[in-house]
């Protein structure tokens, strides 16, 4: 059985530190929507910021990132381990 640590690591680091193109996209928008100098525009600096960081220093875009979860399925007799 092929040993999917590795595998599993790299899907949770690259997951919680880079979003896909669309929603980076969906957030610049939605800042240049918003007033100069607004809380929503400063939100979204700040969003963004932390975006640039997370991808730059490979660490989570937010420092809640959960708890991952996983249900694996497996074949009756396999072993669990």
């Known amino acids: 059985m092929r040993d999917l640590t590795n595998d599993l690591l790299e899907l949770i680091r690259r997951t919680s530190t880079d979003l896909p193109a669309d929603v980076e996209r969906a957030l610049v928008a939605a800042r240049q929507a918003e007033a100069e100098g607004s809380a929503a525009r400063g939100a979204l600096d700040t969003i963004l910021e932390n975006v640039a960081l997370a991808r730059r220093d490979s660490s989570p875009i937010c420092q809640d ?6 249900t694996v399925r497996h074949p009756s007799g396999w072993s669990t381990r």
């Open 65 to 70: 990132t959960g708890t991952p979860m996983f």
